[in-house]
């Protein structure tokens, strides 16, 4: 588990991706602020009552709304 603030956008694409070499999974759960979490055409906004799980072997972007903190 890691708590992270953020404050900006997260890309992940294919050249990040091809370095692992299984299915990866995050879960997400926002203590403060809103994301954006996308990946596949879809859109989620997150807040501290919404969470997410996404695929890390997936490309995704995580778009933060002000400043966020997660674990």
Not at 54 to 64: N, T
């Amino acid at each position: 588990m890691t708590d992270v603030l953020l404050s900006e956008r997260i890309t992940r694409r294919e050249r990040h991706i091809a370095k692992l070499d299984n299915d990866c999974y995050y879960v997400e759960f926002v203590e403060q602020g809103k994301m954006n979490v996308l990946q596949a055409g879809q859109s989620l906004l997150t807040n501290p009552g919404v969470g997410a799980i996404f695929s890390a072997s997936e490309a995704y972007d995580l778009e933060c709304v002000g400043k966020v903190r997660s674990l």
